[in-house]
């Protein structure tokens, strides 16, 4: 599934240190705003144990993980939306992600600059916010200036979405991004064809120092986890030039260096497990001795919806779905005593696939 998270904050927070560690892509990385002019983008591997487990299992010729897409966009400044520091060539940029990575710094470090010569992480928060949320308005207002043209010759259609921009415009001028309107379902699919940036998810990263790592009393880090609540967005906390250093290395001394900081997994891992859920997504596997792959779909996906992801033809020509779970299979490890068990499932067009599931799809060919 081709779906990305942008990565965004001031310049110098360290988003393009975090986005080398993330796809060791090479992102150039320099003290000074907007080294960074073209969008760098990279896929990477979703962590998740489920997969190794599966292939100890089956022991196929090849495991194939899934996958997510990550987009370093430059540093925004005060005054982007009106094109400020390139601000319209990398707001443009963001409008083309699903979901936004907010990087904010939450660190002292006087050999590093800051844009407004002071760390405030709410200060920087809210600048990106209302860079966002202006460069939304302006967007949204042109768009209605269209639509209220046709809503004027009765047209049904048009007065329904003149009806939902003029809701996203009442909380936009309050300085309220657009997920904070309260929409039902269809107003929602109406408002994402707006294409705005504030409707978008939000994830938080703090970016601390190595010094850092092993201390829980952070008091930027608290604050922008505060904010953070107050939105209901999640936060994950990590140390970018510490992931850098830790991805270039063999998984094994990967884990020696979290475990000398008390960690089990990197930061790394969890920013990308919580960036996957952040969109929405669920993982489920296909199991056999050619190949076990893990396979990406939204929540809430039907049986023929998931099989799509596969083969587009498989929706279409999907009879039934054989599910068993992961869990089963952990703990019997082998498919064969889950069937014993009775846990293999027959699952008709109506079943709405669950994170986790091991399927095998019946189609007509």
Same mark, same amino acid.
């Given at each position: 599934m081709a779906l990305n998270c942008g990565i965004v904050g001031l310049p110098n927070v360290g988003k393009s240190t975090i986005f080398n560690a993330l796809t060791k892509a090479g992102a150039q990385a320099a003290n000074y705003p907007f080294c960074t002019i073209e969008p760098n983008t990279g896929v990477v591997e979703v962590p998740d144990e489920r997969l190794n487990r599966l292939a100890e299992i089956y022991k196929p010729k090849r495991t194939v993980p899934t996958m997510i897409e990550f987009v370093d966009i430059a540093g925004l400044v005060k005054g982007a939306s009106q094109g400020e520091g390139l601000g319209n060539q990398f707001l443009s940029h963001i409008r083309e992600v699903d979901a936004i990575c907010h990087v904010v710094r939450a660190f002292q470090d006087e050999n590093i600059t800051h844009v407004h010569g002071k760390v405030d992480p709410i200060e920087d928060i809210t600048v990106i916010n209302y860079e966002l949320i202006l460069a939304d308005l302006d967007s949204l207002e042109k768009q209605q200036q269209r639509v209220s043209k046709t809503a004027k010759t009765g047209n049904k259609e048009a007065a329904e979405i003149l009806s939902v921009m003029d809701k996203i415009l009442e909380a936009?001028?309050? @300085? #309220? /991004?657009?997920? !904070?309107? $309260?929409?039902?379902?269809?107003?929602? =699919?109406?408002? =994402? =064809?707006? #294409?705005? *940036?504030?409707?978008? &998810?939000?994830?938080?990263?703090?970016?601390?120092?190595?010094?850092?790592?092993?201390? !829980?009393?952070? &008091?930027?880090?608290?604050? *922008?986890?505060?904010?953070? #609540?107050?939105? @209901?967005? &999640?936060?994950?906390?990590?140390? @970018? /030039?510490? +992931? $850098? +250093? *830790?991805? @270039?290395?063999?998984?094994?001394?990967?884990?020696?260096?979290?475990? +000398?900081?008390?960690e089990k997994e990197s930061g790394l891992s969890r920013m990308i497990r919580a960036s996957y859920q952040l969109l929405g997504l669920l993982t489920f596997f296909t199991a056999g001795v050619e190949e076990v792959r893990a396979w990406t779909t939204k929540q809430g996906s039907s049986g023929p919806v998931a099989a799509s992801v596969i083969h587009s033809d498989f929706e279409k020509g999907y009879i039934r779905a054989e599910v068993m779970r992961y869990e089963d299979l952990d703990r019997t490890g082998d498919a064969t005593k889950v069937k014993e068990e009775g846990k293999l499932r027959v699952e008709g067009k109506d079943y709405i696939v669950q994170d986790g599931d091991v399927i095998y799809f019946r189609v007509n060919a």
């Open positions: 936009l001028k309050k @300085g #309220n /991004r657009a997920s !904070t309107v $309260e929409l039902n379902e269809e107003e929602f =699919k109406i408002a =994402k =064809k707006f #294409n705005l *940036i504030t409707i978008k &998810p939000v994830l938080y990263v703090a970016n601390i120092l190595d010094s850092d790592v092993k201390s !829980t009393d952070n &008091p930027l880090v608290k604050t *922008i986890t505060d904010f953070a #609540n107050k939105e @209901g967005a &999640p936060v994950v906390v990590l140390c @970018g /030039r510490f +992931e $850098e +250093e *830790i991805s @270039g290395l063999e998984k094994e001394d990967q884990l020696a260096f979290l475990e +000398e900081i008390g």
